[in-house]
């Protein structure tokens, strides 16, 4: 059985949602872990790339499941194809960037979960093709990411 119809077992109901013109699944979110983790799909784009940033809480874990991706952990640059798990632990500069000429997949693990509660105040439900990025999200990106690190 392939890995994501494994997940989708578990379940109850995954949410998709845009977020800076890609599109990403919340298989299994800290409402249905106890907080322990969530785990999310991520559709990206070519040449998406988020913001670097640093989760002050969360270990993040990337399985590559298709694509080409370039990844930044600390001072450390990945290149990371389909097949490839790159960990992050908390505390830690990184970002990611597809990196190919077609969209990429990526498996999400963040431990402990709650992080996912900014991509649904930041996201767009998900509904017909991609919209091109949007730069008010970003601004509200950033905001958010300002207040969450000065609060």
Known sequence: M???NKLKLFAEK?????????????HITGDQTGGAFTITEGCIQPGS??????HHLED????????????????????AGAGHFIH????TLHTFR??????????TMLS????????????SEATGSLPPNDPSVIEKVIGLASASTSG
């Open 2 to 4: 392939h890995l994501l």
């Open 14 to 26: 995954s949410t998709s949602l845009r977020v800076l013109g890609d599109l990403y699944t919340f």
């Open 49 to 54: 790339a988020p913001p670097r940033h640093i």
């Open 60 to 79: 993040e874990a990337f399985y590559v499941l298709d694509g080409q991706f370039s990844f930044v952990r600390g001072k450390q640059q990945i290149e």
């Open 88 to 91: 992050i632990p908390k505390g």
């Open 98 to 107: 597809n990196v190919g000429k077609t969209k990429g997949r990526l498996l």
């Open 112 to 123: 402990p979960a709650g992080l996912e509660k900014y991509f649904f105040e930041i996201g």
